[in-house]
């Protein structure tokens, strides 16, 4: 993908030992964001915001928050130093 390339070409790829986990590491944040879209847009035409509401509230929401919580290693997902993924 462009994050990776371009992580590469301006330095943002240190402590990236495994490419394939940076990728994973993105995919969760877009999954992340990809549901609560959905959750938000569902009740849109109405002004209806109990599908957001359920989705923050329910397991699914922790899950993936837990998920990429595990997976920052510092302050940044691979220690000290931002990345593409960051």
């Not at 989705?55 to 290693?73: E, F, P, V």
Request: glycine share 8%; net charge negative; proline share 5%.
């Amino acid at each position: 993908p462009c994050h990776q390339y371009l992580g590469r070409k301006f330095g943002f790829d240190k402590n990236i030992e495994h490419p394939e986990l940076a990728i994973q590491y993105m995919n969760d944040l877009s999954d992340l964001h990809s549901e609560m879209n959905d959750a938000a847009t569902a009740g849109k035409k109405s002004s209806d915001v109990h599908a957001l509401q359920k989705y923050l509230t329910g397991d699914r929401y922790k899950n993936h928050l837990g998920a990429i919580d595990r997976s920052i290693q510092g302050p940044f997902y691979f220690g000290k130093d931002p990345t593409y993924v960051d």
